[in-house]
């Protein structure tokens, strides 16, 4: 436990790696290759026919982001498209 807070180290390291909410968020315009996890879909990603594959507003998660890239070989993606990034 840390001498100082009472909480035990491993908690105080975890802490230390959380991103402090309330950072500002840019648009930017990337293809999947760039995507990565914790951006926001500023836009929904289509097919080039139409169909939505992830609406907008949803975060990109490490889950999505691999099923997205399995599937960019046989899907064709609209891209670039926006996402908002945590700066």
């Not at 930017?28 to 507003?57: F, H, I, Q, S």
């Amino acid at each position: 436990r840390s001498a100082d807070s009472g909480l035990p180290n491993v908690v105080i390291d975890a802490l230390r790696l959380v991103v402090v909410a309330g950072g500002e968020r840019v648009m930017r315009k990337l293809r999947l290759v760039d995507l990565a996890p914790g951006m926001l879909l500023d836009e929904a990603l289509l097919t080039r026919r139409g169909a939505c594959l992830v609406p907008a507003g949803r975060e990109v998660t490490p889950t999505l982001l691999l099923r997205l890239r399995s599937i960019a070989a046989d899907v064709k993606l609209i891209e670039p498209f926006r996402v908002q990034v945590l700066v």
